[in-house]
């Protein structure tokens, strides 16, 4: 949608898009691409990340992605989740621009290590190839304000550190490292990773984050429609809060009616 149209609204841009909504959602994990369709349509989602290495956009003899989680109504965000090499994430986001034209992209090079954090040194080596290849790249980091601060320089369209580790729901836990990210990057900052249910993601947007990113939080929970959508309130919720301002921390009490005046 053109950005004039949304000139009134509470939008967000990476790499020259704009977006009404500030919650991303993934495209793994569901039990049928028919379920995680409903969810992202729950969620209000604009755009969709889609691991190419994990699910099915050409083999017609299959269920496809794009049968169900439409093109036209969500924009797909390649990853290179399952990759642990520089080489492997190039590779793989080149054969997604040769597929699909797609040319913002989501870059992860993760360690090979139970936590599945992301090797940095690879990542900003991937980083400058893609960037050198015209791509415009969201990435994925660890929540170090020095290394997001490198990404940036390195041409980053968009700093993605995360909460914790994936999948692990445990929501955020350095809230000191993302606010400072946030006060140092002039590219949109997203949560990604770690969040575990809608408290998160209000946290999330409270610090000041642009956006968040979640995948398990919703495929996993119970009922997964249901959700979405808490996930979908509680993103609207912690901007809402964020952009009024709260209330100044105290350590005593202030009492909500003034005790001058008593009879």
Partial sequence: MDG????????WTVAGRTFRSRLIVGTGKYKDYALNAAAAEAAG???VTVALR????????????????????FTYLPNTAGCFTGEDAVRTLRLAREAGGWDLVKLEVLSNTRHLLPDMEETLRALKMLVAEGFSVMVYTTDDPVYCQKLEEAGAAAIMPAAAPIGSGLGI??????????????????VDAGVGTASDAV?????????????????EARDPIRMARAMKHAVIAGREAYLAGRMPRRLYADPSSPLAGLI
């Fill in 173 to 190: 836990q350095n809230r000191v490292n993302i606010r400072l990210i946030i006060e140092q990057s002039k590219v949109p900052v997203l």
């Fill in 203 to 219: 946290i999330a947007m409270e610090l000041g984050c642009d956006a968040v990113l979640m995948n398990t939080a919703i495929a």
């Fill in 45 to 47: 989602a604009d755009i």
């Fill in 4 to 11: 004039s149209q949304m000139a009134d609204e509470d939008t």
């Fill in 54 to 73: 994990r699910v099915n956009l050409s083999d017609p003899s299959q269920p496809m992605l794009v049968d169900h989680v439409k093109p036209d109504r």
